[in-house]
Each structure stands twice: as C-alpha cells, then as structure tokens.
C-alpha cells in the first residue's frame, strides 16, 4: 500500500495485533512487538480504507508525531467491523464494535427488568 513517507507504522491486517512501526520504509521489517496502543494513521491516497495499525510502547511516539488519532488498546481493537470513534482530542476516542455493544445493553435491559420483576 502506498503511504507518505515516514508514517506511523504499516498498515496491519485485522486481528494482527503487532506494532507496524517499520522505520517510515515499507521495505523494513516491522517492529512485531505487542502493541499497547492502536494507532489511526489517516485514509491512504491510494487504498480502499483507512489505515490503522498498533504500536509497542517503545513506538508509541513515533506514531504519535505522524498519526491522525491514537488510543490504548482494548479488547476490541482489530475486531472485524470494529468503528473507529474519534473524539474532540487525540487519544480520547476508542474503538466501537456495533454487535458487541448491542448484546451489552440488551444483556443490561434484560436484567434491569429481572430485578423490576423481583422487586414488584
Ligand atoms: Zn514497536
Ligand atoms: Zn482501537
């Protein structure tokens, strides 16, 4: 995929779950350390979406310096269908996972009305 030059890391496929920092040259290897933070580097000029990738914490400043947006890694990040939410600041947003998200609150509704139940 092509990129500017010194970008915060490889584009990293879903689930990869390694830091991308690669030195700026797609041509290094990469890092391939476990990554603390999830890194968005921007839409791509050529590519069909959005490209994130992970960062180690060795790497996290370099990322930082060059990346549109950054938060620490969660349970979700990677996840196929994931949503990125951005916030007002970088670094306050975190990833979103649509299905997941929906089981939690039915999970909650549900037992909101097993204790109205018991309680009535
Ligand atoms: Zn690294
Ligand atoms: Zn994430």
Not at 2 to 26: E, F, L, V, W
Request: proline share 9%.
């Amino acid at each position: 995929m092509k990129r500017k030059p010194g970008g915060p890391g490889r584009y990293m496929p879903t689930m990869a779950h390694i830091c991308g920092y690669d030195g700026g040259s797609n041509t290094n290897p990469t890092c391939g350390k476990p990554p603390t933070f999830h890194i968005f580097a921007g839409t791509p000029e050529s590519g069909p979406s959005d490209w994130a990738t992970f960062a180690c914490d060795d790497h996290l400043n370099q990322a930082q310096a060059l990346a549109w947006d950054w938060h620490a890694i969660s349970p979700v990040c990677g996840v196929p269908s994931t949503m990125w939410q951005a916030k007002r600041m970088q670094g306050e947003g975190f990833c979103y996972w649509p299905e997941a998200e929906a089981a939690i609150h039915e999970a909650a509704a549900e037992s909101d009305r097993e204790r109205a139940n018991s309680e009535a």
